[in-house]
């Protein structure tokens, strides 16, 4: 399973909003055997 976040954005609250979203992915992944999970993270640079 593949999973992308991307755009990561310094913005107000950004990492409780993150933190969230990466629970809410553990919670949904919770109990999947053998799960092969790989992540790719965005940054947006200007």
Do not use: C, H, K
């Not at 909003?17 to 992915?25: E, I, K, M, S, W």
């Amino acid at each position: 399973m593949g999973l992308t976040i991307a755009p990561i954005m310094p913005v107000p609250g950004w990492q409780e909003q993150y933190g969230a979203l990466l629970n809410d992915v553990s919670e949904a992944v919770d109990g999947v055997s053998d799960l092969d999970l790989t992540a790719e993270i965005i940054t947006l640079r200007f």
